[in-house]
């Protein structure tokens, strides 16, 4: 499974941004997706994951009723909505992929907010 990201940028702080992994390979056998960002010298956290089986969302306590994670079964893709930014959702922002036995990382995507 590869997996590609784009969507990143800089914005002021209450715009908003689109993130779009897309998938490639083996999607198939993919269970879970999901979106994690790490900040600069802080450890790597989920941000949202979605299920392939139902499209069932979990999503962080920091980021709940601002981001929404989202699923384009057609074109093997998912999306991360967000809004309301703020400086602390500065990050690389990386896609996830789990299969049964393995997950898999896209290269990251840069997302800056501007206080």
């Known amino acids: 499974v590869m997996l590609v990201e784009s969507g990143g940028g800089l914005v002021q702080a209450g715009g908003s941004l689109r993130l779009s992994c897309a998938a490639s390979g083996s999607t198939f056998s993919i269970k879970v997706m999901g979106w994690y960002r790490q900040a600069p010298g802080k450890q790597r956290e989920l941000v949202a994951t979605i299920t392939s089986s139902d499209s069932s969302t979990n999503y962080a306590d920091s980021v709940k009723g601002r981001f929404t994670i989202s699923r384009d079964n057609a074109k093997n893709t998912i999306y991360l909505q967000m809004n309301s930014l703020k400086p602390e959702d500065t990050a690389v922002y990386y896609c996830?992929?789990?299969?049964?036995?393995?997950?898999?990382w896209g290269q990251g995507t840069q997302v800056t907010v501007s206080s």
């Open positions: 996830r992929a789990v299969v049964t036995g393995n997950g898999y």
